[in-house]
């Protein structure tokens, strides 16, 4: 009885070493494997000359990354839409073996011809705008997004003319938005102006559209520099555009979540990557009034909260 016992003991022992040994050659590898993947290569071209407007879709994206093990590399321009000098980082970025794009386009048929030019391609994600010849896209429905806008403004709206802002010349997706309104505008026989960029005086309108972040800024900051009084509807989810809606400074704004897109974008190029992209729907947006800015659905949208 005893021998059977100190056999047993014996086995277990003998057992015990061996797990252990067999260990000891197994986790070297297997740390050397982890350490031996490859972080996905994905370069972000932005039409900026700083990226200090996408920060939240830049946390986003790294999130995603972090993820999904990708390394990002944000790129900006030396000057402002300069489709040129996007479409050269992008052959730069290309040739020096990024693994996939992610593009805020300054012209997206042009960005998309020059990486199809290019021998060693690799995919291309769009965010904000699509093209028709190309790249996938995590982007709203444009055209929808300039409808819902402006039939907010009819719901207010009871005479004049109504001003739309027109910086398609700087942001493509803005001409999609703005036909899309006109279009509304035109039907309920209400009388729109376009312009270029608002003047230093004053605008002879009670009533304002703005179809990026960007132009509603700007918007606002004119009515506070001239004294100007009309009613704003813009869009945009940024900080100061928020805090404006909050100060009753813009009416109503469309906006999404940029958070979400940059976490999308990032998902998207990796899926690309791997063969195995899927289409995705356009990005959701709300039109959100002042008073509405505390509701919970437009603190998430609004006010995110990340880590």
Do not use: H
Request: aromatic letters at 4%; charged letters at 25%; proline letters at 5%.
């Amino acid at each position: 009885m005893k021998t059977q016992k100190n056999s047993f003991v014996e086995a277990v022992i003998l057992g015990t070493l061996g797990l252990l040994v067999l260990l000891t050659l197994l986790i070297p590898q297997l740390m050397r494997d982890r350490r031996d993947t490859r972080l996905l290569s994905l370069s972000v071209l932005l039409r900026d000359t700083d990226s200090s407007n996408w920060n939240v879709a830049r946390q986003g994206m790294e999130q995603a990354a972090d993820e999904l093990g990708a390394e990002l590399r944000f790129l900006t321009l030396t000057v402002q839409n300069d489709t040129k000098e996007q479409e050269e980082i992008l052959r730069r970025e290309v040739e020096g073996g990024a693994d996939a794009l992610i593009a805020v386009p300054a012209n997206p048929e042009a960005l998309c011809a020059a990486l199809n030019r290019l021998p060693d391609a690799c995919p291309m994600i769009m965010l904000e705008v699509s093209a028709e010849d190309g790249a996938a896209a995590v982007a709203p429905d444009n055209e929808e997004l300039g409808r819902k806008l402006a039939e907010t403004l009819l719901e207010d709206w009871n005479s004049g003319k109504v001003l739309l802002l027109d910086n398609s010349a700087a942001c493509p997706e803005v001409r999609i938005r703005l036909e899309a309104a006109r279009e509304v505008l035109a039907a309920s026989n209400v009388p729109a102006i376009e312009i270029n960029a608002l003047p230093d005086y004053r605008v002879p309108t009670r009533w304002a559209m703005t179809f990026e972040d960007g132009a509603t800024r700007q918007a606002v900051e004119n009515k506070e520099t001239q004294g100007q009084v009309f009613a704003l509807y813009g869009v945009g989810s940024s900080t100061s555009v928020t805090s404006q809606l909050e100060k009753g400074n813009i009416t109503a704004v469309a906006a999404w979540s940029d958070y979400a897109a940059g976490y999308l974008a990032v998902q998207q190029a990796v899926q690309a990557i791997e063969n195995r992209i899927q289409e995705l729907d356009p990005l959701p947006f709300s039109i959100v009034r002042g008073e509405d800015i505390y509701a919970p659905e437009n603190q998430k949208l609004l006010f995110p909260v990340t880590s």
